[in-house]
């Protein structure tokens, strides 16, 4: 519109400075087609990418949000449950290294006089560092993994000690542990309603180097890893899982540490 203004004013005026204004037009004309072309080739490969990174980071924002409320439910349900059983105290604690590493977490480790392993070279032996190695690869685990060394005097120790499925395979390996002093790695399984605190915090674990001492006493090593695994229907593994997936809670192994006199274990 503005050049048939331009246009009629030239036939009517032929002012030279019509002339430089529609010489200014054809110039401007000129630079706004070419910024559209920029802009046209920028759409899909810059702006769109741009566009679609902020509305990915804003859905990953309510996502993290919405898993953190999710977390603090189970959170709320863990403390609770803990006061009215507990019992379940190792279950709880477990829950709490991975939702809460910094307080509630790092208070269990304290009073469990646990120590945090940062790097599997700082395990005892190359044989521990090779089996958990082993252990986490089968676990679609990083190497990097963070562990937890328990002591035979902590609580999840005493727990596994105790427990009728321990009990059952040192019974069932009692002959041949007397014999060779030691018995090949093994594993076994805590069911919810035989031992809910040891399900919940293990449920399935590897036991190896077992083995006893010049006194006679017995040893060993409890290992498990706390994730959630793929394929599981229970709602307790699938909801952890999509938290641990989305770096809510953290994922980590253990490593238990069984020592029990002759005098007991003989009993089993």
Avoid: C
Wanted: aromatic share 8%; hydrophobic share 35%.
């Amino acid at each position: 519109m503005l050049r048939d203004q331009i246009e009629r004013l030239m036939k009517e005026n032929k002012d030279s400075e019509l002339n430089t204004l529609e010489n200014k037009l054809a110039r401007t004309e000129y630079d706004v087609y070419g910024l559209l072309d920029k802009i046209d080739s920028l759409t899909r490969d810059t702006i769109d990418k741009f566009v679609i990174k902020n509305i990915e980071k804003r859905i990953d924002e309510i996502k993290q949000t919405s898993l953190k409320n999710i977390k603090k439910v189970i959170d709320k349900i863990v403390s609770t449950t803990e006061e009215i059983r507990p019992d379940l105290r190792d279950g709880a604690g477990f829950w709490q290294v991975s939702s809460s590493s910094d307080t509630k977490g790092k208070n269990y480790l304290k009073q469990e006089n646990a120590k945090v392993v940062k790097s599997l070279d700082n395990l005892d032996s190359k044989t521990l560092k090779d089996f958990v190695s082993k252990k986490l690869k089968s676990q679609h685990m990083s190497q990097n993994t963070v562990g937890m060394i328990y002591k035979a005097n902590s609580s999840v120790a005493r727990a596994i000690s105790g427990s009728k499925e321990f009990k059952a395979f040192i019974q069932d390996k009692k002959t041949q542990l007397i014999n060779n002093k030691s018995i090949a790695n093994s594993s076994f399984y805590f069911a919810w309603n035989s031992n809910l605190n040891l399900n919940l915090a293990l449920r399935n674990a590897d036991i190896i180097d077992i083995h006893l001492d010049s006194n006679n006493t017995l040893h060993a090593k409890v290992i498990d890893t706390y994730d959630f695994n793929y394929g599981e229907i229970d709602p307790k593994i699938i909801i952890p899982r999509v938290l641990q997936q989305n770096n809510v809670i953290i994922p980590y192994y253990t490593i238990i540490n069984i020592e029990i006199p002759e005098q007991l274990w003989k009993n089993y």
